[in-house]
């Protein structure tokens, strides 16, 4: 099969190559994947920077979206030719893939492959994030910064599901306007404004009691004063380059909580395994999210979508800044 190929670290070092089709395994499903999520992680894996760090050669790729083609022996959930969505560790830009059952989802006829891909990372981290974690209730005002990138739009859009009223700040008109035509009440480009005067003007000084910040560096410093006594703050990225300091002071005397989320802890990919309830838990989320999405009340956007061999200006497109949503590759081509 076709797969892209990190020989050594660095994109430069990357190539699209034939190699063997992985495995099958007892608890596996093969998928034939139509869709593969491209993202700003993927980079930095390709450059041994993220927390996942996998040792050359391999093929990145963590989300897909595609046709199961063969189940393993002690799987029961799902049989060839249906259509599915599904998280792996490793190996998405690839023709094919074998993924354990426990992370592969029926995917909703009216749901379509590239929208799938931003499930098993993008929209399961907002879900997990403001609803298991920070709590998010009906009326709160939860504060969302990156907000026209895949992150961002998905929580603005998990946000409104949840009930709360949204502020999202971005760089420019376009991204502006994207967050608002994805659900926001309110949108500040930080570019004009102090962000940090908009969210306590709005909220009659009070604050934001949940922001959602993908960003990191100056964003997460200027967040924490405009956050809400017994506010919650969640550091989920750092797009900005520069990972905060916390000043415990500050936690302190506002009674801020500093939630972390790492979504792959919930997939088993940690390096401890969650509960086993928690893969129910999981399951029945994805079933939410999906059922929201082929309601139309998510609507995860595309950017661009490349075939395999464009993988390159797939994720030079990431490193432009210009994205709004996400970026999807095509595998194998998405039937008609």
Known sequence: MKAVVCRQFGLDQTELAEIDSPSMRPNGVRIRVHSAGVSFANLLVLEGKHQNRWEPPFTPGTEVAGVVLECGEAT????????????????????????????VFALPDAVDYDAAVQFPTIYATAYGALKWRANLADGETLLVHGAAGGSGLAAIEIGKMLGARVIATAGDAAKLDAAQRHGADITINYRDEN?????????????????????????FNESLRCIAPDGRIIPMGFAGGTIPQIPANLVLVKNVTVIGIYWGYYMG?????????????????????????AAGKLRPETYASFPLERFRDALSAITERKVIGRVALHPTPIPD
């Open 76 to 103: 029961s959930l799902f049989k060839p030719g249906d259509r599915v969505v599904a998280g792996v560790r490793i190996g998405g830009f690839a023709e094919e893939v074998v993924v354990p059952e426990s992370t």
């Open 195 to 219: 962000f940090r005067d908009v969210v306590l003007r709005e909220t009659s000084q009070r604050g934001a009691d949940v922001i959602f910040d993908p960003v990191g560096g100056d964003t």
């Open 269 to 293: 990919w940690g390096k401890q395994a969650p509960p086993p309830t928690m893969a129910d838990q999981v399951r029945k989320a994805f079933k939410e999210m999906l059922e929201w999405a």
